[in-house]
């Protein structure tokens, strides 16, 4: 007979119960927490649209 678990038990090692996902559960909980890291962190990675600088100027009376 299989004793019941206890709360000790299985506090004791929180990763198991990721470890008995499925792998396609398991590879699909790591692309969301990709796309969700990406959200968190898009500022960080993306330059403001407002600051182009030189490259975006019109032509002026120098270029003539």
């Known amino acids: 007979m299989f004793a019941p678990r206890s709360l000790a038990g299985r506090l004791a090692r929180p990763g198991t119960r990721l470890r008995r996902l499925p792998l396609p559960s398991r590879i ?3 692309i969301l927490l990709v796309v969700v890291l990406g959200a968190v ?5 993306t330059q403001d649209p ?3 600088g030189i490259p975006a100027r019109s032509p002026g009376a120098d270029h003539w």
């Not at 962190?41 to 990675?45: E, G, I, M, T, V």
């Open 28 to 30: 699909a909980l790591g």
């Open 41 to 45: 962190f898009a500022p960080l990675l």
């Open 50 to 52: 407002l600051a182009t």
